[in-house]
Every structure is written in structure tokens, then in C-alpha cells.
């Protein structure tokens, strides 16, 4: 498979235990924002969405959390899983006029046996 | 299988050579977006079709080029490879023409410049 990001940071984490993953958007404007998951050899995949009129919302075993204040995104995983392993990055957007989606760099996750 | 196919997924060309991309989006998906991904780096955005019609404009770069056909796949012309274009480009797909609702990507075609 495709190796997306050699030098990305990296969270090892035991299967079983939760993650957190944190992203810092840039544009204070944005308003929509998406988790997405991709693993090796694979597209993005969409996880969760939050819009800027929520701080939290909750999906099967994700939540996402939103800070307006300090720019900040996190996405928690609950009872992490070895199919969990993949690099994980948030993307922004402001959802008026002309929309332009901001990615982020990503966190590759590992999952310990 | 998401739905979006692109093709080839692997491609091993020249410098100054030019490839084509293609992608085809989800059945009923009107919208094809492209991506190019480099190691360490986000997604970044290159273009937007709607329809048939250019829709959205990102960091592309002149020597790139793409078109949405009457049956809506879409093709990403690569010219004047440099060894730089190396990168994984994604596809993605959408009902409408909105950035980010909906997506759906393809697997990619890995790139590679030599």
C-alpha cells in the first residue's frame, strides 16, 4: 500500500484505550469541519463532521470536540482497535460564497497489541 | 469500494513527459473535486468541476490541466513533468457543488517522476 506522510506524528496508543487526536485550523472564519481517516493504499474516508454552532458531537465510538477560542479540533476515539491504524487529519471550511476546504497534515495513529 | 474509481492507481514516468488521470465519480454524483497529496503535506486542493463546468480553482499549476466529460468522469493532464509532481492525486466525488458535504474518494494514482 501507499505510505501517506513517513514523517507524520505519530500516537501509539494500547488497543483498548481511548485517543485523542488534536488539529489546530487556521482560519478563525471557518465554520464546517471534518475528521477524515485514511489508511494505506486508500482515499480519505469520511469519519464525523462538526459545525461551528456545536462544541461537541458524538458518532460510534467518535466524538468530536470543537474550541472556537483557541482554533482547536480533537477527535476521540473510544476503545481503540487495531483497524483504527491509519493517519487521521481534520479539514476546515467556511460554508459561504466560495468554499475552500483547508486539510490538515495528519496524525498517524497506531494501535499496540 | 467507495465508488470512485480512478485510474491507474500506480504511474512511473519522466521528467517532461505528460500524463492523464482519470476519475470516475460515484454514480449520481455531479461534482468531481482533485487533490494532490505529497509526503508530509495536506491535501491540497487543485480543481472543480460541476456538470461538465469548472467550478472551483485551487493551487494549480499551469502545466495541469482537467475537464469533466459529458458522462462526468473527469481526467487531470499533467505536463511538463518535473520531479517535484510527485504525489499521490485523489479524486473525490459529491451530489452538488458545495466543498466538503458529501465526499466520497477515490484510492488514488501514486505518481512518480524520474
Known amino acids: 500500500g501507499e505510505s501517506v506522510g513517513l514523517h507524520l506524528p505519530t500516537l501509539s496508543v494500547q488497543e483498548g484505550d481511548n485517543s485523542i487526536i488534536n488539529c489546530a485550523y487556521s482560519?478563525?472564519?471557518?465554520?464546517?469541519f471534518i475528521w477524515y481517516k485514511q489508511e494505506s493504499g486508500k482515499g480519505p474516508q469520511f469519519i464525523i463532521d462538526?459545525?461551528?454552532?456545536?462544541d461537541k458531537r458524538q458518532g460510534q465510538r467518535v466524538t468530536v470536540l470543537l474550541n472556537k477560542t483557541v482554533k482547536h479540533l480533537s477527535l476521540q476515539i473510544a476503545a481503540t482497535q487495531p483497524g483504527d491504524s491509519a493517519v487521521y487529519f481534520c479539514?476546515?471550511?467556511?460554508?459561504?460564497?466560495?468554499?475552500?476546504?483547508?486539510f490538515g497534515t495528519g496524525t498517524r495513529l497506531k494501535v499496540l497489541a | 469500494d467507495s465508488g470512485v474509481t480512478q485510474t491507474p492507481k500506480h504511474l512511473i514516468t519522466a521528467t517532461g513527459q505528460r500524463v492523464t488521470l482519470r476519475c470516475s465519480p460515484r454514480?449520481?454524483?455531479?461534482?468531481v473535486y482533485w487533490y494532490q497529496q505529497s509526503l508530509d503535506q495536506g491535501l491540497q486542493f487543485l480543481i472543480q468541476y460541476y456538470n461538465g463546468e469548472e467550478r472551483a480553482k485551487g493551487n494549480i499549476l499551469e502545466r495541469f490541466s482537467a475537464q469533466q466529460f459529458p458522462d462526468l468522469h473527469s481526467e487531470l493532464n499533467l505536463s511538463s513533468l518535473e520531479l517535484g509532481d510527485s504525489a499521490l492525486y485523489f479524486c473525490?466525488?459529491?451530489?452538488?457543488?458545495?466543498?466538503?458535504?458529501?465526499?466520497?474518494f477515490g484510492s488514488g494514482t501514486r505518481l512518480t517522476v524520474v
Open positions: 482560519n478563525s472564519a471557518s465554520d464546517y
Open positions: 473525490a466525488s459529491s451530489v452538488d457543488h458545495l466543498q466538503g458535504y458529501g465526499y466520497t
Open positions: 479539514a476546515e471550511t467556511v460554508t459561504s460564497g466560495t468554499y475552500k476546504y483547508i
Open positions: 454514480s449520481g454524483d455531479l461534482s
Open positions: 462538526i459545525r461551528s454552532n456545536m
